[in-house]
């Protein structure tokens, strides 16, 4: 019998599980833009409550939630302080530029965080040539170093500085809830740090659509001008959040489940020809394959395993990436590692 394939290309491809599907069916719903959905107001809540944050706001997606932050913490001529292989540099069509109006300051890091010496230099002095500098962002997990973890010292150590420089932090959790599963660190923890937070309904929680910011309610307030300016004050959409407070009461837990897939893959897969990675670098559910030593093209390797049932996708010159989530299971690993196995043996063997 053809099985659907294995779909590892990210933690998106969810779909809304039956019971997901009925908590949507039965939404109460009103209009959000008067602030009058009942279901929008309860998800709005629950983020706030669980992250320890005063207020939240549902947007459509991860980037205008990102996008909102920026455009609410800074003025056009600022500066913000990024990860060179951040979501914000790379994945949301300069944004910041066109929106706010902001320069991007790109840091290398070894591990996705900065390091203060870092930060010290990148910081502007009051001088009338320069740009301010207003804004540090952190990605937590970091997706393009492979789902790593920034560990809270490490954000501690960069609150202190920005706070001393009176620089505000926003912090792109799309996978907070997987650094948190992983670490033992409550989200809480995270947030207190961070002037705002993004996070993802969309991702591991298993929501069709939807992404939350938290912060301060000033924050909230302006951020909640902001969205209706970029068009995402929408309507009944109690809707789509009640999948969010579905996916907050029910799957937050369960990601543990995807960190131990994601590892299981990645253990199986060190040990084929042609591939390189380190099993014990899988903090959580994003496993990064360098296939650079198989002779096959980035290209190839998609294409080959996507022949035989496999969806990754292309993640740089010689990387693939795989991304465990919900709708994946021991079986669906299994059949992975056996397709990866069968590509690598004829490719390299
Ligand atoms: N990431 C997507 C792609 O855009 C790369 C993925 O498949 O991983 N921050 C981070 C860290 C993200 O990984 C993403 C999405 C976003 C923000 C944006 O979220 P959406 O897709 O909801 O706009």
Redesign the pocket.
Known sequence: MAHDPVDL????VTRPTPEMRKAIAEAVVGDDVFEDDPTVKELEELAAEITGQEAALFV???????EIAILSHTQRGDEAVVDID???Y???TAGPAVLSGVQLSPLKTARGWFAIEQLEEAHRPDDVHEPVTRLICL?N???RKGGRVIPIEAMRKIRDFAKARDLKIHL????IFNASVASGVDVKEYCSLCDST?F?L??GLGAPI??MLVGSCDFIRLARRYRKMLGGGMRQVGIIAAAGVYALKHNIERLAEDHRRARKLAEALSDMPGIRLEPEEIETN?VVIDVADSGLTVDDVVLLLERNGVLV?PFGRTTV?A?THLDVDDEDIERAVAVFREVFSQAVG
């Open positions: 290309r990210s933690d998106t459509a997606s991860g980037t205008m939630g990102n951040s979501h914000i790379n994945y949301e990605e997990t970091h997706n792109d959790g799309a996978r993004m993802c969309s991702k939807g992404s994003i996708v990436r991304v």
